[in-house]
């Protein structure tokens, strides 16, 4: 019986953990640069879609009204096709 309690305690205190973590990543509507602007902070992760095709993946180290910038990446917010968002602390990513 003990043994029961125990596991049922660290299936609710995982649940609870994956809850937190996903609470913690954002869709962005990729079609406006000022939800954009308004959803990603530095440091978290983008994976960015181009309308050329292109694919980036990097953590974000500046934010303009033009663009995202990582280290050696400059992608301006009407080229991004889809983008989603990872908080720094966060495990998943989020699209629109």
Do not use: W
């Amino acid at each position: 019986m003990k043994m029961r309690s125990c596991l049922q305690a660290v299936l609710i205190g995982a649940a609870a953990l994956l809850a937190t973590a996903c609470a913690s990543n954002k869709a962005v509507d990729a079609r406006s640069p000022q939800a954009v602007i308004d959803a990603v902070n530095i440091g978290d992760e983008v994976d960015i879609n181009t309308k050329g095709g292109q694919h980036y993946r990097f953590a974000v180290t500046k934010i303009t009204n033009k663009a995202l910038y990582g280290d050696g990446y400059r992608v301006g917010y009407g080229e991004i096709e889809r983008v989603g968002v990872k908080r720094k602390d966060s495990g998943s990513f989020l699209f629109d």
